[in-house]
Structure formats: structure tokens, C-alpha cells
């Protein structure tokens, strides 16, 4: 996972975490996860709408 080991891991959680504090975490990740959902979304309608004009235009992909 782009050369980041679990060592390197722990160490971006644990200043992420004396940044931010725990309290925060949750919020942090919730925004997160949102963001990687909306973004999911979006690439999903992006083809969903690209297959709608291939069809209307007789093409196969």
C-alpha cells in the first residue's frame, strides 16, 4: 500500500492523534468516510451516464 509499512502507520496515527486529539477522531473519520462515499457516487453516475449516451448513440464498449 504505496510503500507505507505498519510501523510508518502507527507513527501518522499516533501524530495524527496528538494533533487532533481524541475527541476529534470520530469526526475525522466520519468526514472521511463520507468523502470516500460521495466520491464513489460520483464516479459511479460518471459511468452510469457515459453508458446512457454509448447507448443512445449505438456504440459498445
Known sequence: ????GMP???IILIIILII??????PEIG??????IK???KATSDADK??????????NES
Not at 20 to 25: D, I, R, V, W, Y
Not at 50 to 57: A, C, E, F, L, S
Request: proline content about 0%.
Open 38 to 40: 460521495n466520491f464513489k
Open 20 to 25: 487532533f486529539g481524541a475527541g476529534k477522531l
Open 49 to 58: 451516464e457515459k453508458q446512457k449516451i454509448d447507448d443512445v448513440n449505438g
Open 1 to 4: 500500500m504505496f510503500g507505507i
Open 30 to 35: 466520519s468526514g472521511i468516510g463520507k468523502g
Open 8 to 10: 510508518e502507520l502507527i
